[in-house]
């Protein structure tokens, strides 16, 4: 009788890590489906932050053409890179 009860006892301890392990791989599984998420979120948001910059990017770049403080610097950052090319 002390036989049946071992492999009784043998089959609850199997049983319940079986069980243990099913809660550990699906806890982990919706852990996976937030981290896709989030990540798939974070690129979009990224996608949306680059495409902005580019607009403020070319904005600014417009505003720098149009004022002639840029374009006096333009001409001296142009003097300093013919000067740094040419070899003495």
């Given at each position: 009788m002390s036989s049946d009860g071992d492999g009784d006892m043998e089959n609850q301890a199997e049983l319940?890590?079986?069980?243990?392990?099913?809660?550990?791989?699906?806890?982990?599984?919706?852990t996976l489906e937030d981290l896709?998420?989030?990540?798939?979120?974070?690129?979009?948001?990224?996608?949306k932050l680059k495409s902005e910059n580019q607009v403020l990017g070319q904005y600014i770049e417009n505003l720098m053409s149009a004022s002639s403080v840029f374009q006096t610097t333009d001409t001296k950052t142009k003097r300093k890179?013919?000067?740094?090319?040419?070899?003495?």
């Open positions: 319940e890590e079986k069980t243990r392990l099913i809660n550990q791989v699906l806890e982990l599984q919706h896709s998420s989030r990540v798939d979120a974070v690129k979009e948001e990224n996608l890179g013919s000067k740094g090319a040419r070899k003495d």
